[in-house]
């Protein structure tokens, strides 16, 4: 079994539960086109919060709802942006006035999330954006950010007045508040540097990275950290965006800790026109797949203004957990599967070392049988896990009549399936190994 290289942060209860919720939600959900709409748009700061601020006022907010949603689909932990890019707090800040209890919203929508989702045995992340599009003194750069096509010179000159490091005090200062006031947090996912774009990118120098770091663990020393600091070593999870790793993430030719982030569709904001929604089973294929290759899987949703998670987010959780249902435990304390084993076409394979049990997430179902090469003599027993039916195993299929096709070398191991793919997303079957 491969292991992990150890970092500071508390990952064994990461690599147990596997999936989990991300939510962006902020001002950008009026818009429902983008999160990053504000950037697309090239909207000024000024002009931004005039036309979404007065406004927001997400009147149907019911956190326990949420929590209620994610913990059906099996997930067990969340990560909520405290902040995005456009620099909007969905908490109380003492620090700024561009926070929700300044809105029609009128309180702290962080704080009873927390509350609702740790209510349900959930672990809690912040999201919170090294990026700030509306802080007077983050430096506007030629790269991301509703000025960055400006000339240089009004882009110097808006610069004039602003000063990095100050700015680097009122992110310091926000993380202190959201990892004192909400008591044990559980994951600080960043977002993110960008210090190869040119000479104006953002790195660890702009956040004072190194500071940043230590101040997260010396308020929270076992919380679990993202790696978007530009920091080398001061990470615990790798964290790919948007696409499905091919094998377990290395660093250094070592494996580490990591979960694939996804969305639903395409934005990470509520995007009211956006049609590429991906299918339930499209989903949990992606889950597993992830864990096959030693990862997590983080599944975002993106609130409305009004506060509620639109319909086709609630259908895809809704079959998610329908799933989940049945065959949670092999995602549940689930890793890649002993390199003995080598999965067979269009398979991808689980393992839970407590248990020593394998499982087979059957992609494309085959006709009557399913040929598992180098499994023979290490199997005791098989079933199908959705229902817990058996399955008969031989070594080999006799030969048919006048042919001379076999099914596999001596090392083989078949499994009769039912000629019906079961009526799941993805069959999942069990094996018992032996040993």
């Known amino acids: 079994m491969l292991e992990t290289t150890p970092t500071p942060g508390d990952t064994s209860w990461f690599t147990r539960g596997r999936f989990g919720l ?3 939600w902020g001002l ?12 697309h748009e090239e909207i000024p700061a000024e002009q931004y919060e005039q036309r979404y601020f007065a406004r927001f006022d997400p009147d149907l907010y019911d956190p326990e709802a949420w929590a209620d949603a994610a913990a059906a689909a099996g997930m067990t932990y969340v990560v909520v942006t405290t902040k ?28 009873p999330l927390v509350d609702a989702f740790r209510s349900r045995g959930l672990r809690i992340g912040f999201y919170h954006s090294l990026i700030d599009w509306h802080h007077p003194d983050y430096l506007v750069d030629p790269y991301v950010g509703p000025y960055r ?7 110097q000159r808006m610069n004039a007045s602003r000063d990095q490091s100050r700015y680097a005090d009122y992110l310091h200062g926000q993380t202190r508040e959201l990892l004192t006031r909400y008591g044990p947090i559980d994951i600080m996912w960043f977002d993110f540097s960008f210090p190869g774009r040119g000479p104006e990118g953002k790195g660890r120098d702009a956040w004072r990275s190194d500071e940043l770091y230590r101040l997260v663990r010396e308020l929270q020393p076992n919380i679990v950290l993202n790696d978007r600091l530009d920091l080398p070593d001061g990470w615990d999870v790798k964290t790919p965006e948007q696409y499905q790793p091919t094998d377990w993430l290395r660093v250094d030719g070592q494996p580490v800790v990591w979960e694939a982030c996804q969305t639903f569709s395409g934005s990470w904001g509520y995007h009211r026109d956006e049609a590429s929604w991906k299918s339930v089973p499209m989903l949990v294929r992606m889950l597993v797949d992830s864990v096959s290759k030693g990862g997590n899987m983080l599944l975002n949703v993106g609130p409305t203004a009004r506060g509620e998670f639109d319909p086709r987010a609630l259908d895809r959780l809704t079959g998610l957990g329908r799933w989940m249902k049945h065959h949670d435990r092999s995602i549940y304390d689930c890793t890649r599967g002993p390199d003995a084993f080598a999965p067979p076409q269009d398979c991808r394979l689980t393992y839970n070392p407590e248990t020593h049990r394998l499982y087979v997430h059957v ?26 039916s058996e399955l008969k195993m031989r070594e080999a299929l006799p030969q048919q009549a006048g042919t001379t096709q076999t099914a596999g070398d001596a090392g083989t191991l078949t499994l009769e399936l039912p000629v019906a793919c079961p009526d799941v997303a993805v069959p999942v079957i069990e094996l018992f190994l032996s040993g």
């Open 22 to 24: 991300f939510i962006h």
């Open 149 to 155: 096509n400006l000339p240089d010179d009004e882009r």
């Open 84 to 111: 995005h890019h456009e620099g909007f707090c969905l908490w109380d800040s003492d620090l700024t006035d561009y926070k929700a209890p300044n809105t029609p919203a009128g309180r702290d929508l962080i704080g």
């Open 363 to 388: 992609f494309a179902w085959p006709f009557k049988h399913l040929h598992l090469p180098g499994f023979a003599g290490r199997v005791v027993y098989a079933q199908l896990l959705h229902d817990g």
């Open 28 to 39: 950008y959900a009026m818009g429902a086109r983008h999160e990053w709409l504000q950037h």
